[in-house]
C-alpha cells in the first residue's frame, strides 16, 4: 500500500487582533483542513495546497506570526486510518448540515404547494435556492478528498430537489396558462 502524504502547518499568531487569527482559520477549514490541535493542521499534499500554504505563510509573517509547514506520512496504516477518518468526518458534518437545508428547501416547495401559490416570483426565488444548494454540495465535493460516506446521500437528495422544483415549475407554468 502507498502511503498517503499530507501537508502539515503549525502556525502561531497573535491573539489579537482576534478577527485576523479567526479569519486564518477560515481559510484553513475553507480549503478543508483538519485540525489535529490548535494551531496544527493537515491537508492532502497536492500542487494546489502547496501554493495556497505558501501563500498563507506569507500571510501569518504579515500578522507577526511564524509557521512551518511539513510534508510527512502516518506512522501506520492505523494512523493513517485515524487522519482519513478526521478529514470523512469533517465532510459529513457538512453534508449533514446540507441534507438538513434540503429538507428545509423542500418544506418550503411543500408549503407553496399547500396554498396554491403558483407565481413566476416564487418559482425564481425557489430556483435562487436551489442554485445556492447546487453550489455548496459542489464546494463540499471539492474538499471531500477521501469519500465521506454521506456524499452519496447528499447528491441523491440534491437530485430530488431538483426534480420537485420541476415538478413546481410546471405547476407555476400551468396555472399561470390558465390565467391568460
Given at each position: 500500500m502507498v502511503s498517503l502524504s499530507w501537508l502539515l502547518l503549525t502556525y502561531k499568531v497573535p491573539p489579537e487582533p482576534a478577527a485576523r487569527r479567526i479569519a486564518l482559520w477560515r481559510r484553513l477549514k475553507g480549503m478543508g483542513a483538519v485540525y489535529l490541535q490548535n494551531g496544527v493542521c493537515l491537508?492532502?499534499?497536492t500542487n494546489d495546497h502547496i501554493r495556497r500554504?505558501?501563500?498563507?505563510?506569507?500571510?501569518?509573517?504579515?500578522?507577526?506570526?511564524?509557521?512551518v509547514i511539513l510534508e510527512t506520512v502516518a506512522l501506520d496504516q492505523g494512523q493513517e486510518e485515524k487522519v482519513v477518518s478526521r478529514f470523512k468526518d469533517d465532510r459529513d458534518e457538512q453534508?449533514?448540515?446540507f441534507l438538513g437545508r434540503c429538507a428545509d428547501f423542500e418544506k418550503e416547495i411543500a408549503k407553496e404547494i399547500a396554498i396554491n401559490k403558483f407565481t413566476y416570483a416564487e418559482l425564481e426565488e425557489e430556483d435562487t435556492d436551489l442554485k445556492k444548494l447546487q453550489g455548496w454540495l459542489e464546494k463540499i465535493r471539492k474538499l471531500d478528498f477521501y469519500g465521506?460516506?454521506?456524499?452519496?446521500?447528499?447528491?441523491?437528495?440534491?437530485?430530488?430537489?431538483?426534480?420537485l422544483l420541476d415538478s413546481y415549475a410546471q405547476r407555476v407554468f400551468e396555472a399561470q396558462d390558465e390565467n391568460r
Open positions: 491537508l492532502p499534499k500554504l505558501k501563500m498563507i505563510e506569507n500571510d501569518i509573517a504579515d500578522l507577526s506570526g511564524d509557521c453534508y449533514r448540515e465521506a460516506s454521506l456524499a452519496g446521500e447528499a447528491a441523491e437528495r440534491l437530485r430530488a430537489c431538483e426534480a
